[in-house]
């Protein structure tokens, strides 16, 4: 099934609370998905067709296969025969106009739902931080196949929003049918997204300092949570990166959000320069840079890391020297190079 109607699909039963999955163990031949309702499970196969008349709903029904399976149709419009045709045999429909039903042995569905048949096709994949987390969400991870429910649990985002984005990101070419990534060009539409403005500040906090672990959220207890994550240079050089990095150098982070940077400038002051800062702080473009943190075993740094594809995209900020050490540098066998 096309991953932009699954997206649609799964956007549209969960605006009326019903869970919609993957059929469990040996999938059944042409089942696509499982309706869910309070454990009330009806198996459903889906088309996708632009235009659904009584003619077409019959010839679709006549082709669903065993009995006791549901076919749904999505179409940008179902006309009002064809949908009395669907829903007295065992079928239902999406009509992308507003309008969801289904009608099986254990479930009635009949529901208007937002309309999405008429909007315009998303342009630019990466506009705007849906965009932003879609894209790195894939390079975090190139060579996975993606669905959309899966990616949109993941990233705490709507089913449909995840949906339009993958299909920009396959329309300009920068991901494969399969939504994996084809090359090193995704990493670079990424690269030129990618914020750099920062706030630097005139103290250090110390990882040793419990009073400021909490009101400055350093997560330095569980690499898991969200946290402080180390980057650029002094990130690059603690994974191996060809470059050098020296002790007392200004230090780089991702922190959670906007209010950390302000409680971090009032509590550890504000430089006046570049030349004075002991550290810079920047909220984190996407959540997956703070929640995916690095702990490192080989004392280089003492901070929990940005993963090297965050700290990747810090370099390539730099035209010159970056992205000299970009053509230089690949991480270890935990991760992919995408650059």
């Known amino acids: 099934m096309d991953t932009d109607v699954e997206g649609l699909l799964v956007d549209a039963f969960a605006q009326l609370g019903i869970e919609v999955r993957p059929l469990e163990g040996a999938p059944a031949r042409g089942v696509d998905l499982v309706l869910d309702p309070d454990g009330v499970a009806t198996r459903v196969r889906v088309k996708h067709r632009s ?31 064809a949908r009395k045709v669907l829903t007295s045999e065992r079928g239902g429909y999406l009509d992308l106009r507003g309008r969801l039903a289904i009608r099986s042995d254990r479930l009635v569905v009949d529901a208007d739902v937002e309309p999405v048949g008429l909007r315009a096709q998303r342009s630019d994949a990466l506009s705007g931080k849906a965009g932003l987390e879609v894209a790195t969400a894939i390079l975090m991870r190139p060579n996975r196949s993606v669905a959309v429910r899966e990616l949109a649990r993941e990233l705490g985002r709507s089913p449909s929003t995840v949906s339009e984005t993958l299909a920009a990101l396959r329309r300009g070419g920068l991901t494969d049918g399969s939504n994996a990534v084809l090359d090193t060009d995704l990493f670079w539409r990424v690269a030129d997204r990618w914020p750099s403005r920062r706030t630097l500040l005139a103290n250090l906090p110390s990882t040793g300092e419990a009073t400021l672990a909490q009101p400055l959220r350093l997560g330095l207890d ?103 050490i970009l053509d230089a540098w690949t991480p270890d066998d935990r991760w992919i190079r995408v650059w």
């Open 51 to 81: 235009l659904v008349t009584d003619d077409v709903a019959a010839r679709l029904l006549a082709d669903a296969g065993p009995e006791g399976d549901a076919v749904l149709i999505v179409a940008d419009r179902v006309t009002e025969s």
């Open 222 to 324: 569980d690499v898991g949570e969200s946290g402080w994550a180390l980057t650029d240079s002094a990130a690059a050089a603690a994974y191996g990166a060809p470059l050098a990095f020296r002790s007392g150098q200004t230090l780089d982070f991702f922190v959670p959000d906007q209010s950390t940077v302000r409680r971090a400038t009032t509590l550890l002051g504000a430089a006046t320069s570049p030349s004075d800062a002991r550290a810079s702080v920047r909220v984190a473009p996407v959540p997956a840079v703070v929640m995916n943190r690095v702990a490192t075993d080989n004392h280089a740094s003492e901070w929990p890391l940005a993963q090297p594809l965050f700290v990747a995209l810090d370099l390539a900020q730099d035209l010159g020297r970056g992205r000299e």
